[in-house]
């Protein structure tokens, strides 16, 4: 994956949870298992031959799309 697109996943993941008020304690552990959905919205939802594999995408699509309301 493009380096620059994890850098900014992992950013706007985290701007995501502060806004959703997620305990700053908590952030870490959330930025490190949604940053590649944050990454398949940056990106159009098109994924590069090298991009991580996400075992469980609709649960945590779902779980990030609940965090941003």
């Given at each position: ?52 594999q996400v075992t469980d995408l609709p649960q945590l699509a779902a ?7």
């Amino acid at each position: 994956m493009n380096r620059n697109i994890e850098e900014r996943a992992r950013a706007l993941c985290a701007v995501d949870a502060r806004m959703a008020a997620v305990p700053n304690s908590q952030i870490p552990a959330l930025v490190e298992r949604l940053w590649p959905i944050a990454a398949l919205e940056i990106s159009g939802g098109l994924m590069e031959p090298d991009s991580p594999q996400v075992t469980d995408l609709p649960q945590l699509a779902a779980e990030y799309e609940r965090l941003k309301r």
